[in-house]
């Protein structure tokens, strides 16, 4: 099983597959590597990196204080200096994504480019709640099936999802017991997050300006209450070259694997060689 130790000591895991240009992927807020797990097929020619943040998937706990996005970006740049990479692509889904501003703010000669999936420099205010709502908190039900049913039911945004997607969805999110299903990453992330809410939120408009000269692309999903049309609108204005897509019947985050996911990507990687 693949890891490396962190600066601060903690054990990372990560998995690295395939051959061609280094794309690391880094995952959603609670999510593992185990979040691109759709796209990777679809993949040909690169380096698939996929790293799981402390905290979260297979790696090490570490201090809730940690659990940060510079810290995380920290660790992504460790992990390339562990395999020996000077620079990668970054897919960022949603937190990976403002990972990877950050990395454009603060380490952009590490970076051939970047691919965001439903995430900008603006966080709508609703969709926040209603992570902060369910972060942290262990689920009532009990079996993977269950939470299938449950998801393909609740998530509205999400329409033409066949029930074996919603499945694996259950099994990577949570971890089903002879007591039911657990969380697959450190609880104590919610007191992180809710004590970074607290305070007033940075103007994140000068992180997404460092990509500049970078290959940049966006997927959004159409219903997305995260990522708002006015934002994607303003992204689109101030970097005209991005590719930028709206996937349909899809909500916060598209899984990757839609067709006009996939175009986006294989035209961004085209940019990229």
Not at 40 to 59: C, F, K, N, W
Not at 138 to 150: F, Y
Not at 196 to 213: N, R, V
Request: with cysteine.
């Amino acid at each position: 099983m693949p890891r490396f130790t962190t600066s601060d000591g903690l054990s990372l895991h990560y998995t690295d597959e395939g051959d061609g240009l280094p794309l690391l992927c880094l995952a959603g807020l609670t999510r593992d590597g185990r979040d691109f797990e759709f796209v990777a097929p679809h993949l040909e020619g690169v380096r698939l990196i996929r790293l799981d943040y402390r905290g979260r998937g297979q790696s090490d706990w570490g201090e809730p204080t940690t659990y940060q996005i510079p810290v995380e970006g920290r660790d992504a740049i460790e992990l390339l200096d562990y395999l020996g990479l000077e620079k990668a692509a970054v897919l960022g889904t949603s937190r990976g994504g403002l990972i990877a501003m950050v990395l454009a703010a603060t380490a952009k000669d590490r970076l051939l480019g970047v691919a965001l999936n439903d995430i900008g420099p603006e966080i709508a205010p609703q969709g926040l709640e209603v992570i902060k709502d369910y972060l942290g908190r262990p689920p009532v039900l009990k079996t993977h099936a269950e939470m299938a049913e449950a998801r393909a039911r609740v998530l509205i945004a999400f329409q033409n999802v066949p029930p074996d997607r919603w499945l694996r969805e259950a099994q990577i999110l949570f971890n089903e017991t002879e007591n039911g299903l657990e969380l697959t990453y450190d609880p104590r992330l919610r007191d992180a997050v809710l004590e970074g809410g607290a305070q007033p939120m940075p103007d994140l408009w000068p992180l997404f300006d460092a990509m500049s000269g970078l290959p940049l692309a966006c997927i959004r999903g159409a219903n997305s209450d995260l990522l708002s049309p006015e934002t994607f609108a303003e992204m689109k204005r101030r970097r005209p070259d991005m590719i930028a897509v709206d996937v349909p019947d899809r909500g916060h985050i598209p899984f990757l694997d839609e067709p006009q996911s996939l175009n986006a990507l294989w035209r961004w990687l085209d940019m990229l060689r």
